[in-house]
């Protein structure tokens, strides 16, 4: 793990961007997590300091687990950049475009292949986005090349105040149960909102 951050201390850090929201501080969407850092510090166990991690629009932890400094990440949320974090220098990248960020992730696992590297590119994305026609490109893509990536679906069951289930007419996520080893599922509840922290106006 590159950082040896508990899980309390993942907490507290959405608890301090919450409540800056909730006065007003932050004039701009913010996508708080909550419920899964259990899964979440399992997974960074994987992640290796120079690793690429790539982002959707909630990657407060993963910033944190990557090794950039809380004040140095408080004050991009504080500036309005929550929802689109990048941290060249720490090897994390981010994008608030739904699946956006997916090819970009497929095409520097690509180039780590094709250079023969050995590190990896592990990308974030939320369940409603797994659904959608560019994820099953790139990872269709990843598998058949065999390329150096893992696709992280991060399941809450709800895109903005939608149910990802409902909204496709599906009884179960595609990628719930794939045996590829390019993806890696888990579900959590989470007791923020989809956007804001519950108290201002969310979207």
Known sequence: ???????????????????????????????????????????????????????????????????????????????????????????????AMVGGILPIATGIALGIKNRNMSHRVHCFLGDMTSETGIAHECIKYSCAHDLPIRFIIENDGKSVCTNTLEAWGLQHLTYSNFAGSNVEYYEYVNTYPHSGAGVRVQF
């Open 1 to 95: 793990m590159i950082t040896s951050l508990k899980s309390s201390e993942l907490v507290r850090f959405e608890q301090r961007v919450a409540n800056a929201f909730n006065a007003g501080l932050i004039r701009a969407p913010v996508h708080l997590y909550s419920g899964n850092e259990t899964q979440i510090l399992k997974i960074f166990e994987n992640i290796n300091e120079e690793d690429w991690v790539l982002c959707s629009w909630r990657s407060h932890y993963q910033c944190l687990l990557k090794g950039v400094p809380e004040e140095e990440l408080f004050n991009e949320i504080l500036d309005g950049r929550s929802i689109s974090l990048c941290f060249p220098d720490y090897k994390i990248l981010c994008s």
